[in-house]
């Protein structure tokens, strides 16, 4: 039993707590245009890109990308120097590396780079359960990975293009056929673009599959890396034993060998492997190939995405 004086201050508690007082701060709740899908992902989409150089970002987070786009750029500068200033010296009278063998000649920054920042945008989400927030915007889950993709694609492609384009330009200043380079400049642009749509497909496709950023990583770069070695290894060997068929069949299983081949194929581009595509029948294989390295890896995100709770 309770005493009297408890019995009054616990009702006096009572009646304190039910007498509130609501204060006006002057909030005023959004009245303007609430924007659909379209805008929700385009501005996904641009967030995506600039995180992938950092930018917006700490400052750590920009030095890798940062480093890594300095390099690209620096055997490229370093090309277009030497083609400036000793053309006639050195009696040149084309690029003096190839711009479809640019990319395999500096595929192991390419590799870093796409695995350094697949887990940045994919494994990341997961891992930090902000997709639950992504989704509940009006968002569906196919548009999430859409636009994902094209971030790490886009950023890739800047990444492979950009040198390209200083070469393209180096030689125009060089006095090059502007005719001839232009033509093979865009049909590496178009290479371009589309190894940049293979290595961001697998290798968001590995990121999706793990939240440890750490694992991501290096599954990315096993992935990239040892199927090229497996591949130029196999090639080597085929060509020694005069069964080149079966290097251009090895060629379809690495992203680099797979599109440089196709440029061979499409644009007659100089070949940076012992086996490329020597007939149209393997030449189409090399198309089909492509195309299934890049759609199936976005079916396989939009599977992988579907056991995702919002």
């Given at each position: 039993?309770?005493?009297?004086?408890?019995?009054?201050?616990?009702?006096?508690?009572?009646?304190?707590?039910?007498?509130?007082?609501?204060?006006?701060?002057?909030?005023?709740?959004?009245?303007?245009?609430?924007?659909?899908?379209?805008?929700?992902?385009?501005?996904?989409?641009?967030?995506?890109l600039r995180n992938?150089?950092?930018?917006?970002?700490?400052?750590?987070?920009?030095?890798?990308?940062?480093?890594?786009?300095?390099?690209?750029?620096?055997?490229?500068?370093?090309?277009?120097?030497?083609?400036?200033?000793?053309?006639?010296?050195?009696?040149?009278?084309?690029?003096?590396?190839?711009?479809?063998?640019?990319?395999?000649?500096?595929?192991?920054?390419?590799?870093?780079?796409?695995?350094?920042?697949?887990?940045?945008?994919?494994?990341?989400?997961?891992?930090?359960?902000?997709?639950?927030?992504?989704?509940?915007?009006?968002?569906?889950?196919?548009?999430?990975?859409?636009?994902?993709?094209?971030?790490?694609?886009?950023?890739?492609?800047?990444?492979?293009?950009?040198?390209?384009?200083?070469?393209?330009?180096?030689?125009?200043?060089?006095?090059?056929?502007?005719?001839?380079?232009?033509?093979?400049?865009?049909?590496?642009?178009?290479?371009?673009?589309?190894l940049a749509a293979?290595?961001?497909?697998?290798?968001?496709?590995?990121?999706?599959?793990?939240?440890?950023?750490?694992?991501?990583?290096?599954?990315?770069?096993?992935?990239?890396?040892?199927?090229?070695?497996?591949?130029?290894?196999?090639?080597?060997?085929?060509?020694?034993?005069?069964?080149?068929?079966?290097?251009?069949?090895?060629?379809?299983?690495?992203?680099?060998?797979?599109?440089?081949?196709?440029?061979?194929?499409?644009?007659?581009?100089p070949d940076a492997?012992?086996?490329?595509?020597?007939?149209?029948?393997?030449?189409?294989?090399?198309?089909?190939?492509?195309?299934?390295?890049?759609?199936?890896?976005?079916?396989?995100?939009?599977?992988?995405?579907?056991?995702?709770?919002?």
């Amino acid at each position: 039993m309770s005493s009297p004086s408890e019995t009054t201050d616990t009702g006096t508690d009572a009646g304190e707590a039910r007498t509130g007082v609501i204060h006006d701060l002057g909030y005023r709740p959004y009245g303007g245009p609430r924007l659909g899908e379209g805008p929700v992902a385009w501005s996904f989409f641009t967030t995506g890109l600039r995180n992938t150089y950092g930018l917006g970002r700490s400052a750590r987070s920009k030095v890798l990308p940062m480093i890594l786009l300095g390099l690209m750029l620096l055997p490229a500068l370093i090309l277009v120097g030497v083609l400036v200033q000793a053309k006639n010296i050195l009696d040149l009278d084309e690029q003096i590396v190839a711009y479809s063998t640019y990319p395999l000649t500096t595929q192991l920054l390419i590799s870093v780079f796409v695995a350094s920042q697949a887990p940045a945008l994919i494994s990341r989400d997961l891992r930090f359960r902000t997709i639950t927030l992504y989704l509940a915007r009006p968002m569906r889950r196919s548009v999430y990975v859409l636009v994902r993709l094209a971030s790490l694609t886009v950023a890739t492609f800047v990444l492979i293009g950009a040198p390209l384009l200083l070469m393209y330009l180096g030689g125009l200043l060089a006095d090059l056929p502007p005719g001839r380079e232009t033509g093979r400049f865009l049909g590496a642009i178009v290479g371009a673009a589309l190894l940049a749509a293979c290595l961001a497909g697998l290798a968001a496709l590995v990121a999706a599959l793990t939240i440890r950023r750490g694992l991501a990583v290096t599954a990315v770069i096993v992935v990239l890396l040892v199927s090229y070695t497996v591949v130029s290894t196999i090639q080597g060997i085929a060509v020694g034993a005069e069964q080149e068929v079966v290097g251009e069949v090895a060629g379809l299983f690495s992203p680099y060998t797979l599109v440089n081949g196709l440029q061979v194929f499409l644009f007659d581009s100089p070949d940076a492997t012992p086996t490329p595509p020597s007939s149209d029948a393997m030449g189409v294989l090399y198309v089909v190939a492509t195309l299934l390295t890049v759609l199936g890896s976005i079916g396989g995100l939009m599977l992988r995405y579907r056991k995702v709770s919002p």
